[in-house]
């Protein structure tokens, strides 16, 4: 990217914030992306903020800095089985006697 009034060149970097270590910046066009092993978790955190600067090429370089926030939208996660999914039945067991009636289901969306 060029700062067209004096044709010099800007970089962009991440200076902090929370998505300092899940996000990073191209630090020739300024677009932000997912490192690669990261992953998003609503459930986890909602949003995250990085302070981006940009300075020009200059013999005197400039700087500008700014807040950058990134929110992160809730996807349906599937529920989860959770403890022993196993019982014992006898074989003579009458025709619709129950098998179970305690199965524990948890889903990991938050509601509200």
């Not at 690669?36 to 949003?47: D, I, K, R, W």
């Not at 005197?60 to 022993?84: C, K, M, Q, R, W």
């Amino acid at each position: 990217m060029y700062d067209e009034d004096f044709n010099q060149r800007v970089t962009f970097i991440i200076v902090s914030g929370t998505g300092s270590s899940i996000f990073d910046i191209d630090s020739c066009s300024g677009s932000i992306f997912l490192r690669s092993g990261q992953s998003l978790n609503y459930e986890a955190t909602q949003s995250y903020t990085l302070l981006i600067r940009v300075t020009d090429s200059g013999a005197s370089p400039l700087s500008h800095e700014v807040n950058y926030t990134i929110s992160v939208i809730d996807a349906d996660d599937a529920p989860i089985f959770s403890g022993s999914l196993s019982v014992t039945l006898a074989e003579n067991s009458a025709s619709g006697a129950t098998v179970s009636s305690v199965i524990t289901v948890t889903d990991p969306d938050v509601f509200g």
